[in-house]
C-alpha cells in the first residue's frame, strides 16, 4: 500500500509480540500513525483477508480484531 501512512516508519510500532521490550506506548504510537492513514480501511481489511495475528493493521490491534470477529459471529 503505497500510500499508507505507516510507509518507511519502525516496523516494531506494528509488528510486536507480548514480550519484554514491547510496551504499550508502542502500542499507542502505531495506532496513532494508523489513526491518520488514508488507507485504513484497506489496511483493515487486509487483516481479515489475512487472518493476522500479530500486527497493528488498519487502526486495530489483534485482540480487536479477535473482539469484532466474534460480535460479527455471535
Known amino acids: 500500500m503505497e500510500d499508507a501512512?505507516?510507509?518507511g516508519t519502525f516496523t516494531e510500532l506494528f509488528f510486536y509480540t507480548s514480550g519484554p521490550g514491547h510496551t504499550e506506548s508502542d502500542v499507542a504510537a502505531g495506532l496513532d500513525v494508523c489513526r491518520r492513514c488514508p488507507v485504513i480501511k484497506k489496511c483493515l481489511q487486509f487483516a481479515f483477508d489475512t487472518d493476522d495475528?500479530?500486527?497493528v493493521l488498519g487502526g486495530?490491534?489483534?485482540a480487536q480484531r479477535?473482539?469484532?470477529v466474534?460480535?460479527?459471529t455471535a
Do not use: D, F, V
Request: charged content about 35%.
Open 5 to 7: 501512512a505507516c510507509l
Open 53 to 55: 495475528k500479530y500486527g
Open 60 to 62: 486495530t490491534t489483534p
Open 66 to 68: 479477535r473482539q469484532m
Open 70 to 72: 466474534e460480535r460479527k
